[in-house]
């Protein structure tokens, strides 16, 4: 239980500290790329694919129209529409290269995902040669899940019709905020009639599982705009919600300093903004099954939560867990459970590495055992909001005596080797994993690498 001299103002002001979002461990800024090759990572996906055969494949697709000023993604923005077959012939190459590991061996794709960017930027007809050209070289597992990001202001009913029939059953539409002046500061627009059109077409092809992403914490937001965002959103009642924190990083993302700090609400005001938003969404019977996501209780998601093979990667909270994530096109990264690798940033670097013949991997992490072991123990918080302790591991102590604050702050209780969240460390879930997150501690260095917890 929370002490009763420790009330939320002061636990938003101590925890609110620059904090990763934990979608991999070790965390991108202390991977070891020194100890990192082409061939290490080659090596490893042999591996891990030998054991498994399945692999979840992140295609991304960088090219938007204009910029959203909020993003942290990694886009290139361009009204031409000429970058998309050269890109996706890259992509293809690239999957080949990939491929070519497994000794004549034909992959099981669990999982495709087009993420961005906007893929939806793409015509329909060069989608459906992205998506054969993967399948070409692949089967595709019987209990596999194919996705894709939307944005409702160009995505048509052509795009749905195409993607559904090429095995997509999900898509994720970029809401963010309904409200126009929150809008017009991050320079994204869609109407609700726009997001309306969308779902009833998508619903009526036969689409599973919408997801809305939404964001709280962006500049001009209020109590009453976020209010009327979640109403609008329950009213058009998704599948599931991605209720994320705006992550504050202008030094990383220029887009960032349209606006300034005076227009973004800040610590207790900012998580007013999620508790409020959070409270109408369960009240709407969502059901909470992770940091920032809720799904109905017919979905997918929350179904794997509760039987707890909910995974965390790169794209957030997956209802399945492929050990091999491969990543193709500008800056993927993939997951072969003992590396991560990811990709160059730009694009005429991405052609030319492609064209060469030369995977595009630029940087990596090797995990050793340590690495391992925190990997699981952050995942089973993030996704179980429970750590059972390896027993005798060497570092419990060390762990036990790092959670002792928080446990004090009534985030965390312990029982034996048994660390769990408690209902009002739910809220606080990056600042706990902290406390597992060796090389963090190590380093005592997180102010410009990460967005603030709250």
């Given at each position: 239980m929370m002490t009763s001299q420790v009330t939320m103002e002061e636990l938003v002001q101590k925890y609110n500290v620059a904090a990763p979002r934990y979608t991999s461990y070790p965390t991108v800024p202390f991977w070891d790329n020194e100890a990192f090759s082409r061939t290490a990572w080659t090596d490893q996906v042999y591996q891990t694919f030998e054991r498994s055969k399945e692999i979840s494949l992140y295609i991304h697709l960088p090219?938007?129209?204009?910029?959203?000023?909020?993003?942290?993604?990694?886009?290139?923005?361009?009204?031409?529409?000429?970058?998309?077959?050269?890109?996706?012939?890259?992509?293809?190459?690239?999957?080949?290269?990939?491929?070519?590991l497994f000794n004549g061996e034909r992959p099981l794709l669990a999982e495709i995902h087009l993420g961005g960017g906007t893929p939806t930027f793409f015509h329909p007809d060069n989608l459906r040669m992205l998506i054969e050209g993967i399948l070409a070289h692949a089967d595709v597992a019987p209990h596999s899940s194919f996705s894709f990001e939307a944005h409702p202001a160009n995505t048509t009913v052509?795009?749905?019709?195409?993607?559904?029939?090429?095995?997509?059953?999900?898509?994720?539409?970029?809401?963010?905020?309904?409200?126009p002046l929150v809008q017009f500061v991050i320079n994204r627009h869609q109407s609700?009639?726009?997001?309306?059109?969308?779902?009833?077409?998508?619903?009526?092809?036969?689409?599973?599982?919408?997801?809305?992403?939404?964001?709280?914490?962006?500049?001009?937001?209020?109590?009453?705009?976020?209010a009327d965002t979640i109403q609008k959103s329950m009213r058009l009642g998704p599948d599931r919600i991605s209720f994320y924190s705006y992550a504050h990083v202008p030094w990383i993302k220029p887009g960032q300093r349209h606006y300034t700090e005076a227009d973004l609400p800040s610590g207790a005001a900012k998580l007013a903004l999620y508790n409020l938003g959070k409270k109408m969404i369960l009240a709407h019977g969502y059901e909470d099954v992770g940091m920032d996501h809720f799904a109905k209780r017919e979905d997918e998601l929350f179904m794997a939560f509760q039987q707890e093979r909910l995974h965390r990667n790169f794209m957030g909270y997956a209802d399945r867990f492929s050990p091999l994530l491969i990543g193709i096109g500008v800056s993927s990264i993939s997951d072969a459970w003992?590396?991560?690798?990811?990709?160059?940033?730009?694009?005429?670097?991405y052609h030319q590495l492609i064209e060469a013949g030369i995977l595009?991997?630029?940087?990596?992490?090797?995990?050793?055992?340590?690495?391992?072991?925190?990997?699981r123990y952050i995942l089973d918080m993030m996704c179980k909001g429970k750590v059972q302790l390896?027993?005798?591991?060497?570092?419990?102590?060390?762990?036990?005596?790092?959670?002792?604050?928080?446990?004090?702050?009534?985030?965390?209780?312990?029982?034996?080797?048994?660390?769990?969240?408690?209902?009002?460390?739910?809220?606080?879930?990056?600042?706990?994993?902290?406390?597992?997150?060796?090389?963090l501690l190590r380093s005592k260095t997180q102010n410009q690498l990460f967005s603030q917890a709250i």
């Open positions: 090219f938007c129209e204009s910029l959203c000023t909020y993003c942290g993604c990694n886009t290139r923005i361009t009204k031409n529409h000429r970058v998309e077959e050269p890109y996706i012939a890259s992509l293809l190459k690239e999957w080949e290269m990939y491929v070519a052509t795009h749905l019709q195409t993607l559904f029939d090429l095995g997509f059953r999900r898509l994720s539409l970029g809401i963010q905020d309904f409200d609700l009639e726009e997001v309306e059109e969308v779902m009833q077409n998508a619903r009526k092809i036969g689409f599973e599982s919408i997801n809305f992403d939404l964001i709280y914490g962006l500049p001009k937001q209020t109590l009453a705009t976020v003992g590396a991560f690798a990811q990709n160059v940033k730009t694009v005429e670097e595009p991997v630029v940087k990596g992490h090797l995990l050793n055992e340590e690495d391992l072991l925190i990997r390896q027993t005798g591991a060497p570092l419990n102590e060390q762990i036990i005596d790092e959670l002792s604050e928080l446990v004090a702050d009534g985030l965390v209780s312990i029982t034996g080797d048994l660390i769990q969240c408690t209902a009002i460390g739910r809220s606080f879930l990056r600042n706990i994993c902290m406390a597992f997150d060796q090389r």
